[in-house]
C-alpha cells in the first residue's frame, strides 16, 4: 500500500478545518533535472522545514523535497498540542535511562517549545497561540500517580508551571462528568499546526532554502563508504548532495528499512464542530486550555478562535482511512460531551509515526545521512528541534544528535509483513483495558 496516496491526491491539503483557514505558501516548483546541494532535505514538515531554515541561515546550500505541499502530512493535520519534555513522563524515563540522561532529555523539550516559540514571534503570522494543556484522568486510579508526578516535576526539575487539579477543578476546566482528576500544565500550549508550518516554510524560503512540492522520492542511494555522496531520485530529478536529511516520520512509506523497522504509521483522525455559542463553548473549556486524556487510545481536544470543538480521537492501523470520519470521531467525543450534538463541519484522517518506547528515532544510516521519525504525538515541538538538531550536526556539533540516537527505540516486531496486524491486537487490548 502507499502511504503517500491511499489516502490523499497528491499536490492537495487533506480536506481540513486547518487547511480552509491559514494562507499557504508557494505553490513551489517541482524538482526537475540534475541538481546539486550541500543538503538534500526529504520531507516538507516541521522537522524538514526547521532543518532547512537552519542550515540556509547557517551558509549552506539547501534543497528540500516535498511529495505533495509543505505541511500536507502530520505537520499540517494534527491536534496542535505544545507539551514540554518528551512523550514519556520524567519519572518514566529515569527509569529508562537514568537521572542524568533524563535532565538532558527534560532541558531538550524545554528547548523545544521555547524554539517553536521563538520562530513564532519572528515569523509575526498569526498561529493562534495560547498557553495551557490539561491532562484530564478518566478513572480516578490515576489520581495519585498525577499527585505525585507535579510534586516531582516541582521538586527535582524547579518546574512550578504545573499543578494538580482534583475533581473540582478538573470539572470546572473541563465541563464533563468523564474527568476525575488531571494536572494543568501552563508552560505547554497550543497552535494552529498548519499555519505554524506555512510560518516555517517562509522563515526558510526567506533565508534562502530551495522548496521544491510535488517532488516525491522515488529512490534514495546512500552509500556506507566514506567519501560517497548522497544520491535521491524523483520522477523528474536527480539530487547529488553533500549531506542527507531525511524528516518523513510517518509517511516514509518503507522507502529504507531502517528507517521502516524503528518508525510504525498508525493513522488518527479529527473532526471539528461548526462554532458553537459562546455560552456552551465556556462551558465545555471555560479557560481555553487543550486537553489530552488518559486513555490508551488518546482522545485529545480544544477550542478554536472562533469557539469550534476540534477534537480528536480515535485510531487505526490498517493503511487506508475509514468511509466515515465523522462517525469514527463523533462516538468518542459523545463519550467525553453527551450532550455536544453541534454538526461537525469538517472531518480528516492523517498519518503519524510512533516507535516502541514513544521515544524519537534519530538514526545515522550513512556517513553523510541523517534520519530524524518516530515522534509519536508529540511532535510540533520536538520535530521543530529535531530540524535545528540535524542541521547542527551537518554544520558543526552532533553531540544533541547522538544523545538522541542513543535512546532506546526498539525495532518492531514482526517484520514488515507482522507488525501492523501485531500492532492493532495489542492496541485492541489496551483499547478494552481504557473502558475498565
Not at 52 to 60: C, D, P
Amino acid at each position: 500500500m502507499d502511504i503517500l496516496s491511499i489516502n490523499d491526491t497528491p499536490g492537495q491539503h487533506a480536506p481540513s478545518w486547518y487547511a480552509a483557514t491559514a494562507n499557504a505558501p508557494g505553490p513551489y516548483p517541482t524538482a526537475s533535472g540534475t541538481l546539486t546541494c550541500d543538503v538534500c532535505i526529504i520531507g516538507g514538515g516541521y522537522a524538514g522545514l526547521s532543518a532547512a531554515l537552519h542550515l540556509a541561515r547557517a551558509g549552506m546550500d539547501v534543497l528540500l523535497l516535498e511529495a505533495s505541499r509543505v505541511g500536507s502530512g502530520a505537520s499540517g493535520r494534527n491536534g496542535g498540542q505544545v507539551s514540554m519534555g518528551q512523550r514519556l513522563e520524567q519519572g518514566d524515563l529515569e527509569e529508562l535511562v537514568g537521572k542524568d540522561k533524563a535532565r538532558l532529555l527534560w532541558d531538550m523539550g524545554a528547548d523545544s517549545v521555547a524554539l517553536l516559540k521563538s520562530l513564532l514571534q519572528e515569523s509575526g503570522d498569526n498561529c493562534e497561540w495560547r498557553d495551557g494543556v490539561i491532562h484530564a484522568n478518566h478513572r480516578d486510579r490515576f489520581s495519585a500517580h498525577s499527585k505525585a508526578h507535579v510534586a516531582h516535576m516541582q521538586a527535582a526539575y524547579g518546574y512550578d508551571q504545573i499543578r494538580y487539579l482534583d475533581r473540582d477543578e478538573i470539572r470546572h476546566e473541563v465541563g464533563s462528568d468523564d474527568y476525575q482528576s488531571g494536572t494543568l500544565d501552563m508552560g505547554s500550549g497550543h497552535l494552529h499546526p498548519l499555519k505554524y508550518a506555512f510560518a516555517l516554510a517562509r522563515l526558510a524560503e526567506a533565508a534562502g532554502a530551495k522548496l521544491f512540492e510535488l517532488s516525491r522520492v522515488t529512490k534514495i542511494e546512500h552509500r556506507s563508504s566514506a567519501g560517497s555522496k548522497p544520491r535521491v531520485y524523483t520522477d523528474q530529478a536527480v539530487i547529488q548532495a553533500d549531506h542527507l536529511i531525511l524528516a518523513m516520520n510517518g509517511y516514509h512509506n518503507n522507502i529504507l528499512p531502517r528507517i521502516a523497522r524503528k518508525v510504525m504509521p498508525i493513522n488518527n483522525f479529527i473532526a471539528v464542530t461548526e462554532p458553537l455559542p459562546q455560552d456552551i463553548a465556556d462551558r465545555l473549556i471555560p479557560n481555553r486550555h487543550a486537553v489530552a486524556d488518559s486513555r490508551f487510545v488518546i482522545n485529545y481536544f480544544r477550542l478554536s478562535e472562533d469557539n469550534r470543538m476540534i477534537f480528536g480521537g480515535g485510531e487505526s492501523y490498517g493503511y487506508k482511512f475509514p468511509s466515515d470520519l465523522r462517525a469514527k470521531v463523533r462516538g468518542p467525543m459523545l463519550k467525553v460531551f453527551p450532550d455536544l450534538k453541534a454538526k461537525l463541519d469538517y472531518a480528516w484522517g492523517g498519518t503519524l509515526g510512533i516507535t516502541m518506547s514513544r521515544l524519537p528515532s534519530f538514526q545515522r544510516l550513512g556517513p553523510s545521512t541523517l534520519s530524524t521519525a518516530g515522534f509519536s504525538g508529540q511532535g510540533v515541538a520536538l520535530a521543530t528541534l529535531a530540524g535545528q538538531i540535524a542541521a547542527e550536526t551537518v554544520t558543526t556539533q552532533a553531540s544533541r544528535f547522538d544523545l538522541m540516537a542513543d535512546l532506546p527505540t526498539p525495532s518492531f516486531p514482526g517484520g514488515h509483513a507482522l507488525r501492523t496486524p501485531l500492532l492493532a491486537a495489542a492496541m485492541t487490548w489496551y483499547a478494552l483495558r481504557d473502558r475498565l
